[in-house]
């Protein structure tokens, strides 16, 4: 099990803040709804457990929306507290990589997302219908269809709800029921009456007339008028009767939506013979190909010379063929579109965590408001793509897959390039902060006085601390005097690489120690600071044809500094290394072998162990040059070295 304490204690930092924020959201969201309905659930008298079961009836879209949300929220949150700690260098320094540290959580997203969709596809819908059992109208608004009765959709600009009786006012009927046969009922007025016990209701319309059009005789339109009318719908007639009405695409299952799609598309299929059959009856040929022809180019490509009654006839076919064709057309690309938006929602969990683990790492910070603020960017980021891709899908500019998943991949590729680039080391990025940071304030300080460079610096004075006054303490030591430059000395190494072997594997070794700490520059220079291998680019600040060496004037100085401060403190050996730590830089001044200094420079976010770990690598591989390098110069000095004579007899 010790192998999987890491494991736990990610999952556990996750735990707290996912769920705290997953409360937040929900209380939200159910005030929110309870603001919006709560005069129209005090209206209609209902007891208060149909209230909470009303409540319920909307947990598929709180859900939905509340636990990808959480899910960024929590990563920011967790990852920003173990970045603020230095918990994630800590980790970095022992050999973990963020793409390790992941990997749980992202098992974790993947499982809530599963999750989430057995919920919003299955449970919820099961818990939408007993409610809508136990009472339909509870959902009838006035000016939206209802399509919660079987086979029935209906819509009135005006409810009144009592305990018993539902009133409608100005209603339609849509009698869905016979799949060729479309039925439209009108009245002025209507009651609706539930029956709980025998699972059914019945509807009473007064003045109004139906209209029925079946679509294998387009050619006759059937009208009738009357003062009542009444109907009763049956939920017994099987066993999942309200679990494959017509609801709103949002509220049907994936096998209800995919059985609509492939209903709807036989109709086009038959819709499109029935066009055939019809040209074929009359004598003509189709002015277009099928299905590709709006109902404009249909309409005007009639022949001239057709009498008025059959041209009128056709006319008449036509206009309803084409309405036709475009309702199921639009109801196939929206049932695409839930259908992929069922999946897209549930996957934003994985997608979040990609992009919240390292966006968390960068901000270092773990503090709710900061994690809610910016996951409330990203939420809103993703929900505009969502809400763009719905919309363009709707009017078929763009296909449902892409529509609905453009979101993810746009947020999912950018959460995977800063997860990569953080896991190759959060210090690659404040470079790029710095240097934008570092115009900015240029722009602004234009006239500000510029600081003069390290060797116009005044010496500073080093006095040495007071001695303590006890009849045993040393006299006073004399005042110490270091420069900031330390005085020229003639350079043990040339600045230009000679022709021997040694300086290539120099260079290759310097190489590495920049590829593995991801530094900016290293250098190895000589005492004074004069550059003898440089690898990587200075900073910007700095001029471009005396940068380096300012660089190592600077860090030799540093180092003459120090190694007087230590003399002071009774050190007779110098000093091995020196750390200078700043807002966007970290400097380190390595001693080798006495006469030169190596120079590392890296980010700010760069683990301080790491890097030290790694130049001492650095440092033994160029001791070993170095001796291989002075074996292989005294072995042709030995061999030039003459003979002793032999003295002959």
């Keep these: 099990m010790r192998k999987f304490i890491l494991t736990r204690y990610l999952l556990r930092e996750h735990t707290g803040p996912f769920c705290f924020s997953f409360a937040v959201l929900t209380f939200v969201f159910v005030l929110d709804l309870l603001f919006r309905q709560l005069n129209r659930l005090l209206s209609k008298g209902l007891p208060v457990t149909t209230i909470l079961e009303f409540f319920g009836c909307n947990l598929a879209w709180m859900m939905a929306t509340a636990v990808p949300m959480a899910v960024l929220t929590a990563t920011l949150m967790a990852f920003g507290r173990l970045a603020a700690d230095e918990e994630i260098t800590a980790l970095h320094a022992a050999g973990l990589s963020l793409r390790r540290l992941v990997a749980p959580v992202l098992a974790a997203a993947a499982a809530l997302a599963l999750m989430l969709f057995w919920f919003t596809d299955y449970r919820a819908r099961r818990l939408a219908t007993a409610i809508t059992l136990h009472k339909p109208a509870i959902r009838l608004e006035p000016g939206v269809w209802f399509g919660d009765l079987p086979n029935y959709r209906l819509l009135a600009t005006a409810v009144a709800e009592s305990l018993a009786v539902t009133k409608l006012t100005n209603l339609l009927v849509q009698d869905l029921s016979a799949p060729q046969v479309q039925r439209m009922i009108a009245a002025r007025a209507g009651l609706m009456q539930t029956d709980s016990a025998a699972r059914r209701v019945t509807l009473t319309l007064f003045d109004g007339e139906i209209q029925e059009i079946d679509f294998n005789e387009l050619e006759e339109l059937r009208r009738l008028s009357f003062i009542k009318h009444e109907f009763v719908i049956f939920w017994e007639d099987s066993t999942a009767g309200l679990l494959a009405t017509a609801r709103t695409d949002r509220e049907q299952t994936l096998a209800q939506m995919r059985q609509e799609v492939s209903a709807s598309e036989a109709a086009l299929a038959q819709l499109q013979q029935r066009l055939h059959a019809v040209f074929a009856g009359e004598g003509l040929e189709l002015p277009a190909p099928p299905g590709g022809a709006p109902r404009e180019t249909l309409l005007t490509a009639l022949p001239a010379d057709l009498p008025a009654e059959r041209r009128d006839r056709l006319r008449g076919f036509l206009q309803v063929w084409s309405s036709r064709q475009q309702e199921l057309q639009q109801r196939v690309h929206s049932l695409l579109v839930e259908i992929h938006k069922k999946y897209a929602f549930p996957a934003a969990c994985v997608v979040f965590v990609l992009i919240g683990a390292p966006l968390g790492v960068l901000a270092r910070q773990g503090g709710f408001a900061t994690s809610s603020g910016l996951s409330l960017i990203f939420f809103l980021i993703y929900w505009a793509c969502m809400i763009g891709g719905e919309r363009l899908a709707d009017r078929e500019r763009l296909p449902p897959l892409l529509a609905m998943w453009s979101a993810n991949l746009l947020l999912g590729g950018l959460g995977l390039a800063a997860l990569w680039q953080v896991g190759r080391g959060p210090w690659t990025v404040a470079p790029l902060v710095h240097g934008l940071r570092q115009k900015i304030s240029n722009l602004r300080a234009r006239r500000q006085w510029h600081r003069p460079q390290p060797a116009e610096l005044p010496a500073m004075p080093c006095p040495a601390p007071p001695a303590v006054a006890t009849s045993s303490s040393p006299p006073r030591q004399p005042e110490v005097t270091v420069p900031v430059t330390p005085p020229a000395q003639p350079a043990v190494l040339p600045q230009r690489s000679p022709s021997g072997s040694g300086w290539p594997e120099v260079r290759v070794v310097l190489q590495q120690l920049a590829h ?88 700010k976010q760069a683990a301080v162990g790491w890097v030290e770990l790694m130049a001492k690598q650095a440092l033994a591989s160029l001791r070993q040059i170095a001796l291989a390098a002075a074996a292989r110069k005294a072995r042709p000095a030995a061999a030039q070295r003459p003979a002793p004579a032999v003295m002959e007899t």
């Design 516 to 603: 593995r700490t991801h530094a900016q520059v290293v250098m190895l220079c000589d005492q004074d600071g004069r550059p003898v291998v440089q690898v990587g680019n200075v900073p910007p600040e700095l001029p471009e044809s005396s940068g380096a060496a300012a660089l190592g004037r600077l860090a030799a100085s540093h180092m003459a500094a120090a190694a007087a401060l230590f003399r002071q403190l009774g050190e007779t050996q110098g000093v091995r290394s020196l750390l200078l730590e700043g807002w966007q830089h970290n400097s380190y001044v390595f001693s080798f072998a006495g006469r030169l200094i190596l120079i590392v420079i890296t980010g």
